[in-house]
């Protein structure tokens, strides 16, 4: 085994534990997010939400159970509404609700319902920060 593929193992298996220890810490209770849309607000429950699609001025929310909602506006403004509730930024155009990550590399993840995704160069160091800083705090606790 070259230390090349010995260091990817060792970032593979970081990334699950810090991938456990992400999904430990996100509520289980029933949690809504409010989203302004012009002078509408909708109200939608974090766990009904797979992910979110960023397309120009719309955001397209694929919801659990296959249905799709579009709403106006640009998904890096309405991003942290999701951060906060155990969403992950992978990609410009995407967020995926963590709850549903079935499993990930440094390079993909897979969600409920076998769907795959790329995680972008730009958003790979990011993701996995963010999950090892879940992983420390699940460690302290």
Same mark, same amino acid.
Not at 10 to 35: C, G, T, W
């Given at each position: /085994?070259?230390?090349?593929?010995?260091?990817?193992?060792? #970032?593979?298996?970081? /990334? =699950?534990?810090?991938?456990? @220890?992400?999904?430990? +810490?996100?509520?289980?209770?029933?949690?809504?997010?409010?989203?302004?849309?012009? +002078?509408? #607000?909708? *109200? *939608?429950?974090? @766990?009904?939400?797979?992910?979110?699609?960023?397309?120009?001025?719309?955001?397209?929310? #694929? /919801?659990?159970?296959?249905?799709?909602?579009?709403?106006?506006? +640009?998904?890096?403004? #309405? @991003?942290?509404? *999701?951060?906060?509730?155990? $969403?992950? +930024?992978?990609?410009?155009?995407?967020?995926?609700?963590?709850?549903?990550?079935?499993? /990930?590399? =440094?390079?993909?993840?897979?969600?409920?319902?076998?769907?795959? *995704?790329?995680?972008?160069? =730009?958003?790979?160091?990011?993701?996995?920060?963010?999950?090892?800083? $879940?992983? =420390?705090?699940?460690?302290?606790?």
């Amino acid at each position: /085994m070259t230390v090349e593929r010995d260091r990817e193992m060792k #970032i593979e298996d970081e /990334m =699950k534990r810090a991938l456990l @220890a992400y999904k430990s +810490r996100i509520p289980s209770a029933p949690v809504q997010i409010m989203v302004p849309e012009g +002078r509408n #607000i909708y *109200f *939608f429950k974090a @766990a009904d939400i797979l992910y979110l699609q960023g397309d120009y001025d719309n955001v397209k929310l #694929i /919801m659990r159970r296959g249905k799709e909602k579009v709403i106006r506006g +640009r998904l890096d403004r #309405i @991003a942290e509404l *999701f951060e906060k509730h155990g $969403f992950l +930024r992978i990609q410009v155009s995407y967020l995926v609700n963590g709850r549903y990550i079935l499993g /990930m590399d =440094k390079k993909q993840v897979v969600l409920k319902g076998n769907v795959t *995704f790329k995680i972008s160069p =730009k958003y790979q160091k990011k993701v996995f920060e963010e999950l090892k800083v $879940f992983q =420390k705090e699940a460690k302290k606790e």
